[in-house]
């Protein structure tokens, strides 16, 4: 019969929750942080932050947490909007707003009175989208018409945070602004975010306004390709793989915390399974916690259960759906680049690995793949996938 503490698994798998220890993360996280504290304390902007890195690292977790955070301290109109290619930034913006400026308006009498011209001017913002008024206050709202109703996106947007902006001063807090996945946004509406915040940055006092983006390693240079200054424009921050002492501390510390502590062979064999992966150091984490068989203690059989488990989890809901959705033509493709081991793959050996005679016999392939989001360029020339794992799947479930 097995024994065990009568304790809740800490461990929380899942794309972007926010795991019980955020471990290796305190640099961007403390930046973010201290960014967000000065924008408050000295009501005055800063540079937009943009945080990328590959899939299931952890920068929507990030962005979860700070969001959190702004909203918890409740000096900030705050929202959390997920790009798309077939969606524009106006309408997404526009619904999130809105939710945020209801909430805050039950803050009182004085918010609603200063922040009155900012809710005309969102307000002509929206109509641009909603002309009919579907989302509403709960009272009326008139546009201020001439501004933020002109249809282009970089002015409307402009003037629309910088009334907020504003209004936001005058009530001692801030606008945050948090994207996810900044890189399937359309390229027009990414040239006008660029051009919007870099306006808003060359005021003599910028209004408290910080935008903090993330999206594939790629990103920097779809800024930069959507504006040639993005690059002097942004605080680019990278989250890369865990290193050893990271992985154990986001293994143990949550289970000592509970009362458990882990063997040190059923460590070693889980820091070796996880190779530094977030998404998969909490899978693992979860179900090893469930296959214990001791209280208070995480044994080696235990953790070969709960490894085992966790990598079938994870085959099946990450690296088996997008091997599946993909195309005869484009697993030819990966299959190719998974003889790179995770590393970025040559288009040029690609060819020769496929049995072509160009790279532009690969092209639609490549497209479609970066298209879907299974692969990314990294370089000019090079191609790699955007989950860490994916070619020691191919290797262990298509090669075999």
């Given amino acids: 019969m097995r024994e065990l503490a009568d304790t809740t698994n800490p461990f929380k798998?899942?794309?972007?929750?926010?795991?019980?220890?955020?471990?290796?993360?305190?640099?961007?996280?403390?930046?973010?942080?201290?960014?967000?504290?000065?924008?408050?304390?000295?009501?005055?902007?800063?540079?937009?932050?943009?945080?990328?890195?590959?899939?299931?690292?952890?920068?929507?977790?990030?962005?979860?947490?700070?969001?959190?955070?702004?909203?918890?301290?409740?000096?900030?109109?705050?929202?959390?909007?997920?790009?798309?290619?077939?969606?524009?930034?106006?309408?997404v913006l526009t619904r999130e707003l809105h939710a945020s400026l209801r909430r805050t308006m039950s803050l009182g009498d004085q918010v609603r009175q200063k922040l009155g011209r900012a809710l005309r001017v969102f307000r002509s913002f929206q109509m641009t989208v909603d002309p009919a008024g579907t989302y509403s206050f709960g009272f009326d709202v008139s546009a201020e018409v001439g501004f933020a109703d002109s249809g282009d996106l970089e002015r409307d947007l402009r003037e629309l945070l910088d009334e907020l902006g504003q209004g936001a001063r005058e009530l001692g807090m801030g606008v945050f602004i948090a994207i996810d996945e900044l890189q399937d946004a359309p390229k027009s509406d990414l040239n006008a975010l660029n051009l919007a915040l870099h306006a808003l940055g060359q005021s003599a006092w910028p209004v408290p306004v910080l935008m903090v983006g993330t999206g594939l390693p790629s990103l920097p240079a779809v800024l930069a390709d959507a504006t040639s200054y993005a690059e002097r424009l942004y605080d680019f921050r990278s989250l890369g793989l865990l290193n050893d002492d990271e992985t154990r501390a986001a293994l143990t510390r949550p289970a000592e915390k509970a009362g458990v502590v882990w063997d040190d062979a059923a460590l070693a064999l889980a820091l070796d399974s996880i190779g530094g992966y977030p998404y998969f150091a909490q899978s693992c984490g979860k179900h090893v916690w469930d296959a214990r068989s001791t209280r208070g203690r995480i044994t080696l059989d235990d953790a070969t259960v709960g490894v085992a488990r966790a990598r079938e989890e994870v085959d099946q809901g990450l690296y088996q759906s997008r091997w599946e959705r993909a195309t005869p033509k484009q697993r030819e493709l990966m299959r190719a680049m998974a003889a790179d081991n995770g590393k970025p793959s040559a288009v040029q050996d690609l060819v020769a690995r496929t049995g072509k005679s160009r790279a532009s016999d690969l092209s639609v392939s490549r497209n479609e793949l970066i298209k879907n989001g299974h692969i990314f360029a990294p370089d000019r020339g090079f191609v790699a996938f955007t989950v860490p794992g994916m070619a020691d799947y191919i290797h262990r479930k298509v090669n075999d």
Avoid at 42 to 55: K, Q, Y
């Fill in 13 to 91: 798998p899942g794309a972007g929750r926010v795991p019980p220890e955020l471990a290796g993360r305190d640099v961007v996280l403390d930046g973010v942080r201290s960014v967000m504290a000065a924008v408050i304390a000295n009501a005055e902007g800063d540079r937009p932050v943009i945080i990328s890195g590959l899939r299931g690292v952890g920068k929507t977790v990030l962005l979860n947490e700070f969001i959190r955070e702004a909203d918890r301290s409740r000096k900030w109109i705050a929202v959390k909007v997920e790009a798309s290619p077939g969606r524009s930034l106006r309408e």
